[in-house]
């Protein structure tokens, strides 16, 4: 089992900048690809980034891309969201997750990953 923990939301005003990290406890925290999803009030949860085990490949969202970088230490266990130039848009609870041990590759799906931590607040204030 992986255990996972968000950090590092909060409250930015518009075209601010946020860090979160993603942690990750467990014996097999190995060999998989990772990624950020969030979920904005009344909307769905949507795909924001994707990074693969190695941290050679990764995904950004389409509307995000150019202001959020996705990366990971795995000696660290833990994988950031560097997100730059928010908008008020981008107010969510933001979502870690991984995949089953062994799917390495990164993939935009949420039905792709197996566990989620319990998501940190980002507000973005006009």
């Known amino acids: 089992q992986v255990h996972v923990v968000e950090s590092g939301g909060g409250l930015v005003q518009a075209g601010g900048s946020l860090r979160l990290s993603c942690a990750a406890s467990g014996r097999t925290f190995s060999s998989r690809g990772t990624a950020w999803f969030r979920q904005a009030p009344g909307k769905e949860r949507e795909f924001v980034a994707t990074i693969s085990w190695s941290g050679i490949s990764w995904d950004i969202a389409e509307s995000m891309k150019g202001r959020f970088t996705i990366t990971r230490d795995n000696a660290k266990n833990t994988v950031y969201l560097q997100m730059n130039s928010l908008e008020p848009e981008d107010t969510a609870v933001y979502y870690c997750?991984?995949?089953?041990?062994?799917?390495?590759?990164?993939?935009?799906?949420?039905?792709?990953?197996?566990?989620w931590g319990q998501g940190t607040a980002v507000t973005v204030s006009s």
């Open positions: 997750a991984f995949r089953p041990s062994g799917s390495t590759a990164t993939s935009t799906s949420a039905r792709d990953y197996a566990a």
